[in-house]
């Protein structure tokens, strides 16, 4: 068994932090300037697949799909391209398919947070693929799945652990975010409310660096300021804010029924007697016809977005875009595709938030806004992201106070209606349950001290190992003891196996317990000592029963048991549940 020494008390603190965190700070500066150019990348690989789909010109300059969306190649044009995205999800990797943040959530949780060089270079040119030939997507979820990547492979050229490799992969994530959109704020948010399943310092500076330094490249490499600005005068008084608690319930219904049939028809495309790399030629088929019906669906839709900030939409057209979207982008994600959820969900969310906002007295695009803001809230459990990225995206910061009303209730609608997120519910399918709460383990907030029993029943150093057997044969109600001296100096640890290893060795019954231990080494801890700390030295020395001790003095003060800490940890969720009256 290993030893603690006796001098050695813990360091207790607020948080873990070492140098370590430095380091991964200082490699984070690498992982942003990455993670832009990826985004940089990303985009011209959309503007290149975009023109060449659709104008036949190998150029990666600015275009509209809306320009050419005429005719029957309206219908076909989007079916090519998913063709293409199967044939190379089927013969490149499997990991480019659906919308990249549950593949990243399963890489960090699952995979020890390594990405593969192919799925660096295969997403984005797939999502490029798929978004340029007319997929109802953004680009914001193939770049978190690319920026990941990066800041992955960089991790892997040198010896981290899995928890550090994951700081870089969801760095690089923030980076690309804040590359493409320029919201650095919303973008180290979902890294802590999506990504990271922590919140610790090891992780937040780093990726708060990496945000910094993309946005820093992003006026050189795609634009500077908001990228989706609008004018429009704030309502006063205080019916707005009712309204907004209003439209956030009516969006957090939206982001559930959402969810809903976007699994039941991807359940439908796994009844479909085919193998899956035709699906997302099928659902471009859908997506196809609604372009017939409402070009705009077609591509990412910025276009679609700033006209719904500008309130330059007339009623019926925002009905009909909202229709078609939310139809086509749920069949051909449901069919396996590759592209993202983030600039969908803001047509989607802003289109019903400036529907309702047409029935009330004022505020124009406030109410688009604030319909974006909670669907990113309702949709994929992330509050503060859907508040600040929001605000962020149109520069309208005096509006973050409705916003964040916006979004709370459509996350208290969601997380009532549904058990699982948008993102979530995909690994929940492969058999993985994931929990998005944060919480403090309650053995890190209670010590040793508070825990041990104090005055164990102990043996004596004087004792013989012939008295030693015949206590553990005729008496010991336990399983181990700890040995002590005449002043309560903790000497070691006696266990029954001690005991019926010593029986078969006749030759040393006379000896005492001091001399035959006196070379022995036991795990020890600290009434300072955290509980979870003991719990991690029980599973290391594989010994269920730690001495507490004086740190100096090592006089014995009491025993630490397995069963100690799991009534601890009952409790404490127990105390965390139960209800109080006033009078209590």
């Not at 006796?6 to 070492?18: C, I, Q, V």
């Not at 209003?246 to 049939?261: C, H, N, P």
């Not at 019926?500 to 006749?506: A, E, S, T």
Request: glycine share 10%; aromatic share 6%; with cysteine.
């Amino acid at each position: 068994m290993s030893s603690i020494p006796a001098d050695d008390e813990p360091r207790l603190g607020d948080h873990s932090a070492d140098r370590r965190m430095l380091l991964l700070a200082f490699m984070s500066l690498v992982v942003g300037t990455g993670g832009a150019l990826g985004a940089w990348c990303l985009l011209k690989l959309i503007a290149l697949a975009t023109n060449a789909f659709w104008f036949r010109q190998w150029t990666a300059g600015p275009s509209s799909i809306l320009d050419a969306a005429h005719g029957m190649q309206t219908f076909f044009t989007p079916m090519l391209g998913s063709l293409l995205v199967g044939l190379m999800a089927r013969y490149g990797s499997e990991k480019i398919r659906g919308h990249g943040i549950p593949e990243a959530i399963e890489t960090i949780l699952y995979g020890e947070s390594r990405l593969s060089l192919k799925v660096a270079i295969l997403k984005p040119l797939s999502s490029a693929i798929s978004i340029g030939s007319g997929g109802p997507f953004g680009a914001e979820g193939p770049i978190i799945m690319t920026g990941g990547a990066i800041g992955s492979l960089f991790a892997q050229c040198f010896r981290l652990s899995a928890a550090e490799r994951k700081t870089l992969l969801v760095a690089g994530a923030a980076a690309g975010m804040t590359a493409i959109f320029g919201t650095p704020l919303a973008a180290v948010l979902l890294a802590l409310e999506v990504l990271l399943f922590e919140w610790k310092p090891r992780s937040f500076v780093p990726v708060v660096v990496a945000a910094v330094v993309a946005l820093i490249w992003r006026p050189m490499l795609i634009g500077a300021g908001p990228l989706f600005p609008f004018q429009a005068a704030l309502p006063m008084g205080i019916w707005p804010f009712g309204a907004a608690a209003a439209i956030g319930v009516l969006i957090g219904l939206q982001s559930a029924a959402l969810s809903t049939l976007l699994y039941k028809i991807e359940d439908i495309f796994h009844r479909i007697p085919l193998h899956w790399m035709w699906w997302p030629a099928l659902g471009a088929v859908a997506v196809g016809i609604g372009a017939l019906i409402d070009p705009r669906v077609l591509g990412a839709g910025y276009e679609n977005i700033q006209s719904l900030l500008d309130d330059s939409m007339a009623m019926r057209a925002i009905l009909l875009l909202l229709a078609v979207k939310a139809l086509v982008w749920l069949i051909a994600l449901g069919s396996g595709t590759s592209g993202g959820v983030l600039a969908p969900l803001l047509i989607i969310g802003g289109a019903t938030g400036l529907a309702v906002g047409h029935q009330l007295p004022a505020g124009g695009g406030l109410w688009a806004l604030l319909g974006m803001a909670g669907i990113l809230s309702g949709a994929m459990r992330a509050p503060l992201t859907g508040a600040i990225f929001a605000a962020e995206l149109t520069g309208r910061f005096d509006a973050l106070p409705y916003a964040v009303i916006a979004s709370a209730a459509a996350y208290a609608t969601s997380v009532l209606l549904i058990r699982r997120s948008i993102l979530t519910e995909k690994i929940a399918r492969r058999g993985r349950h994931i929990v998005q709460e944060y919480t403090v383990d309650p053995q890190d907030l209670l010590q040793a001290g508070d825990l041990m029993t104090p005055r164990p029943q102990t043996l004596s150093g004087a004792m013989t190992v012939g008295q030693a057997v015949r206590f553990f044969e005729e008496e010991a109600a336990h399983r181990a003891y700890p040995l002590v001296d005449e002043a309560g100096t903790l000497i070691g640890l006696v266990s029954r196996s001690d005991a019926l290893r010593w029986k078969q060795d006749g030759g040393i019954a006379c000896v005492s317990l001091a001399e035959h231990a006196s070379d022995a080494s036991i795990s020890i801890a600290f009434p300072q000592t955290p509980a979870g700390h003991v719990a991690d030295l029980m599973v290391q020395t594989g010994v269920g029963r730690v001495p507490i001790v004086e740190a100096r003095s090592r006089r014995l003060l009491g025993l630490l048991t397995r069963h100690d800490l799991l009534k601890a940890r009952h409790a404490a969720r127990r105390n965390e549940m139960r209800e109080h009256s006033v009078m209590d």
